[in-house]
């Protein structure tokens, strides 16, 4: 193999290693913004370490994910809402490099859940959540550099 050959094996290589330090990372950070928090119940709980407060899933459940545009509050979204997740992760495992990820909760009560509204305080999941990105790349950088490439 000639030089242009390594490198441009090399350049091949990292470029795969960009997009899945990308692709883990939005999935952690999916992760990190749905993780159970402190809910107000009723029943309370104290939560899994999260901010999302929890009652029935319908706000988690409303999670959706696309490359287009930025998926839109349906007002009429209460209850009984369809699991999102398992869209988020395959637009998540398509999306090639350059492109954008558009994450948003679609139920309608998304919004006051998070900023709050009136004399409620809202639970900023969603603030919380994107202020670890820094760290959710760090780290999957390190893992995928640790897959045992020289």
């Known amino acids: 193999m000639g030089f242009q050959d390594e490198v441009r094996a090399e350049v091949n290589q990292a470029l795969v290693d960009v997009r899945t330090v990308f692709r883990y990372s939005v999935q952690d950070l999916v992760e990190s913004v749905t993780l159970e928090g402190p809910s107000k119940g009723p029943p309370s709980v104290p939560g899994r370490g999260g901010w999302m407060p929890v009652q029935l899933g319908n ?58 509204h009136g004399s409620f305080a809202g639970y900023h999941f969603v603030e919380n959540a994107s202020a670890k990105w820094d760290a959710i790349v760090a780290e999957n950088d390190a893992k995928v550099r640790s897959f045992g490439r020289t």
């Open 59 to 116: 706000l988690r459940r409303s999670l959706r994910a696309s490359t287009s545009q930025m998926p839109q509050i349906n007002p009429a979204l209460h209850q009984n809402v369809s699991d999102g997740l398992p869209e988020v992760a395959f637009v998540i495992a398509g999306t090639e490099l350059g492109e954008t990820i558009h994450l948003g909760f679609t139920a309608a009560y998304a919004l006051p859940v998070n900023y709050g």
